[in-house]
């Protein structure tokens, strides 16, 4: 057992200046992701500062018809709640296809949202990493690389984000709420993660003591549809292979007039395909546009030797749900 200190906080502006006075804290709410890495050596804070006692767990509309999440909410709360189901429902699915239930009773969204980018050499501390040990190396390149990224790698880090409900958030264009000793700020899920770069160690744009509080969702229009698929390699609780959230607005009875798509499972972060988007802005709703536009968002991918699968698996894969969400339309 290696000692830590514990902290419950009582208030947010306390919890960020204790996280912020110590460079080894961590805060601590569900538990689901930090505490299976400090039992496996990866992680060792010096201070654990508990948040989950914060009042953060509440779901609330906003006045232009749009919902603010509480950081504290649980993913199953979430996944369950009636405005997510009718509004969202993307999200919904998304939160229901990660995990077990079990998890998703303790998960919480701000948890969720910053849970490690990473792979199974990450998981093992005999092996080089260059996220868990900076300068390490990356064991993933040119060893075991099957479910890596395909987009936004570099020669220090090939892993690819986890969580599903980050993909879903990306396609519908959220809103990260971050307190800091300075204020607050609202930053665009799209920005808020990081590619690998040369510091892969740094999985978001967040500084030391930042607390997520809040995740905001815009409103949608009444002609908007949305789903998320999920492949992965067994029927339940494993990381995606890839997956695909899609948002679309119709415009008449076979044309879409705006498309927000996110990929999950290619990168280091959710992978907004904002080419496969303006293939589709103003198109028909024709399978041969889907294919082209997934398409036209895989040009640019890079494969690894063991992962070139996802390229077709991924084209085949937003074309599914694309026709689905256009069904009774083409």
Not at 98 to 120: D, E, H, P
Not at 157 to 173: E, F, G, K, Q, Y
Not at 240 to 268: K, Q
């Amino acid at each position: 057992m290696i000692p830590f200190d514990y902290q419950r906080a009582s208030t947010v502006p306390d919890a960020v200046r204790a996280a912020a006075s110590r460079e080894d804290s961590a805060y601590l709410a569900g538990g689901t992701n930090i505490v299976d890495h400090m039992k496996l050596g990866i992680a060792a804070p010096g201070l654990l500062v508990d948040v989950s006692g914060l009042p953060l767990d509440d779901i609330s509309e906003r006045e232009d018809g749009g919902l603010r999440i509480g950081a504290a909410v649980r993913n199953s709360e979430l996944a369950a709640h009636p405005l997510i189901r009718r509004r969202y429902p993307l999200l919904s699915e998304a939160l229901l296809s990660g995990a077990s239930g079990q998890l998703r009773n303790m998960a919480t969204t701000g948890g969720n949202l910053l849970q490690r980018t990473r792979c199974v050499y990450f998981q093992d501390p005999t092996t080089p990493c260059n996220k868990r040990a900076p300068g390490s190396g990356c064991s993933a390149i040119g060893g075991y690389n099957r479910h890596h990224a395909i987009f936004g790698a570099s020669d220090h880090c090939v892993a690819v984000h986890p969580s599903d409900m980050a993909v879903a958030l990306a396609a519908l264009d959220a809103e990260v709420i971050v307190s800091h000793q300075a204020g607050q700020d609202r930053i665009p899920l799209d920005d808020f993660y990081r590619l690998p770069g040369r510091t892969p160690e740094h999985d978001t744009v967040l500084n030391h003591g930042d607390l997520i509080t809040a995740v905001e969702l815009p409103p949608l229009s009444d002609s908007a549809r949305s789903h998320y698929a999920k492949v992965r390699d067994r029927a339940t609780f494993a990381f995606a292979v890839v997956s695909v959230a899609a948002v679309l607005e119709m415009a008449g009875s076979r044309s879409i007039s705006d498309a927000h798509i996110a990929i999950g499972g290619v990168a280091h972060k959710p992978w907004r395909a904002h080419r496969a988007e303006a293939v589709l802005r103003g198109a028909a709703t024709d399978t041969a546009v889907f294919r082209s536009a997934a398409a036209a968002e895989l040009d640019e991918a890079a494969p690894l030797p063991g992962n070139q699968f996802k390229v077709p698996l991924l084209i085949n894969t937003m074309v599914d749900v694309l026709e689905r969400l256009t069904e009774g339309h083409r």
